[in-house]
């Protein structure tokens, strides 16, 4: 298959449901109403020449009955043709009575044409047919031969009527049935999508029920849904249900396993603090170190276990001013002589996270301890809202870290300094809380220091 035709298909298939309802409406629609309104067309125009056809035969029996022999070789009218239109020159009224061989006597709105007659044929019924007549008109011609009592002679009757009427009804109807049918069409197609809207209201239901389920503000779909949608809501329920299920088993299996290796690492811990001043004081220390970080990475798990089981209903709204206060009061007391500051570019009403404060101050608490760690002299903290998210930018005058080795500074337990204390848990810590509130956690150099790289690290957190 070639790209063009794969990406044609893709682009068919993402096209909405009520752009497919609507156009299969619209198409059908349309193909009625030209047929229907062709085969009205055709109707009408067959009605009304039958009708053409009826009036000319009946003024050709006009003619017939008010002709008179005069004698065995020339006809006359013992009384003038009811329409007047007979008289007036050129009216596209016509009649004429001719034979073969004498002059044919017409009517005055002939003037000085004849009708086109063909003697060689001979007419013994009435026969239609068109004929062209004075300056050029078009003529629907009714034509019969009649022989006069007692006389050889065969006269041909014949009466014309200018088709300009009839084609001016035509078009007349044409039209008015082309603005209806457009005007029905147009009708249809809005009753259509009226329809088609009214009909898809409980998808979009669904829709706005699974984003509150996402969200939180709701644990399952509604059940007043129509009982051709309902049983779609039963099944997502249902869904959702086992899901539940596996989640709480898959936290109560990991938690089960965090705290069956919280006692065995309390056992090696006090062993390593009790044999500290014995002769394996090297091992004791390893031993301790290591057990110390397996001691911070229970729990780690267990905080995101317990953290993973309540993202589903985040309902909890942390104002974030108040805990940056407070970790930049404990970390100036313990980074004396660096100043540490916190900017906020909004009012504190707006800038609310939506989660647990516990969360919000262990990711916001690792990345300012780093901070200070690493910096000089400052460290400041700028927060402000970009829509329906927080923006919390923490940047220090240190070192910085090599765009190369950012990434590697989130994976679990890596150190870029070794002789620096730490477990190298906090950036993880700060990545896997920040994923689970769908949130992201960036760095960058920091542009406002002038002597050192330094480092900013932007935390984007949902808020309320």
């Known amino acids: 298959m070639s790209p063009k035709k794969?990406?044609?298909?893709?682009?068919?298939?993402?096209?909405?449901?009520?752009?497919?309802l609507v156009a299969i409406s619209v198409v059908w629609t349309a193909l009625a109403l030209v047929l229907g309104g062709y085969l009205l067309s055709l109707i009408f125009h067959d009605t009304l020449e039958q009708n053409f056809d009826e009036r000319l035969n009946s003024l050709l029996e006009n003619l017939i009955g008010a002709s008179s022999d005069d004698d065995a070789s020339s006809v006359s009218?013992?009384?003038?043709?009811?329409?007047?239109?007979?008289?007036?020159?050129?009216?596209?009224?016509?009649?004429?009575?001719?034979?073969?061989?004498?002059?044919?006597?017409?009517?005055?709105?002939l003037w000085d044409i004849n009708l086109d007659v063909d003697f060689s044929n001979q007419v013994q019924s009435t026969s239609f047919r068109q004929s062209t007549g004075p300056e050029d008109q078009v003529l629907r011609l009714v034509e019969r031969d009649v022989t006069i009592l007692g006389s050889d002679v065969v006269y041909r009757y014949s009466v014309?009527?200018?088709?300009?009427?009839?084609?001016?009804?035509?078009?007349?109807?044409?039209?008015?049935?082309?603005i209806a049918l457009s005007a029905l069409g147009l009708g249809l197609v809005a009753a259509s999508l009226l329809q088609v809207f009214l009909g898809l209201r409980p998808l979009a239901h669904i829709k706005e029920s699974l984003g509150k389920v996402r969200s939180g503000e709701?644990?399952?779909?509604?059940t007043d849904f129509p009982k051709e949608i309902q049983p779609l809501a039963d099944e997502l329920n249902a869904l959702l249900d086992h899901n539940n299920e596996i989640v709480e088993r898959s936290r109560t299996q990991v938690g089960n396993l965090a705290h069956a290796l919280k006692t065995p690492i309390a056992v090696l811990r006090n062993?390593?603090?009790?044999?500290?001043?014995?002769?394996?004081?090297q091992l004791s220390n390893t031993v301790?170190?290591?057990?110390?970080?397996?001691?911070?990475?229970?729990?780690h798990y267990l905080k995101r276990a317990r953290v993973s089981a309540n993202i589903k209903?985040?309902?909890?709204?942390?104002?974030?001013?108040?805990?940056?206060?407070?970790?930049?009061?404990?970390?100036?007391?313990?980074?004396?002589?660096?100043?540490?500051t916190v900017n906020a570019q909004t009012t504190e009403e707006k800038l609310i996270f939506k989660g647990e404060v516990n969360d919000f101050e262990e990711m916001a608490g690792n990345l300012m301890e780093n901070a200070a760690k690493w910096a000089n002299a400052k460290v400041s903290i700028d927060c402000k809202r970009d829509g329906n998210l927080l923006l919390i930018e923490i940047s220090d005058d240190g070192p910085g870290i090599d765009k190369k080795?950012?990434?590697a500074v989130f994976a679990r337990g890596q150190r870029l300094d070794e002789k620096t204390p730490g477990s190298g848990l906090g950036l993880s810590i700060v990545k896997d809380l920040s994923d689970l509130y769908g949130g992201k956690i960036k760095l960058e150099d920091n542009e406002k220091c002038q002597k050192n790289p330094g480092l900013t690290a932007t935390l984007v957190l949902p808020a309320v």
């Open 405 to 407: 080795a950012r990434e």
């Open 77 to 109: 009218l013992y009384r003038p043709m009811v329409d007047p239109r007979f008289d007036q020159p050129y009216s596209g009224w016509y009649w004429q009575i001719a034979a073969d061989g004498f002059s044919p006597l017409r009517s005055r709105s």
């Open 218 to 222: 709701e644990e399952y779909l509604p």
């Open 6 to 20: 794969h990406d044609l298909e893709e682009n068919v298939g993402k096209r909405p449901l009520w752009v497919r």
């Open 160 to 178: 014309a009527i200018d088709t300009s009427e009839l084609d001016a009804q035509a078009d007349r109807f044409d039209n008015i049935l082309l």
């Open 313 to 340: 209903t985040i309902s909890s709204h942390s104002p974030i001013m108040p805990s940056l206060h407070n970790i930049t009061r404990a970390l100036n007391k313990i980074y004396e002589g660096k100043v540490i």
């Open 271 to 281: 062993e390593a603090r009790m044999s500290a001043g014995n002769d394996n004081s």
């Open 288 to 299: 301790s170190r290591q057990t110390e970080n397996m001691h911070k990475y229970v729990d």
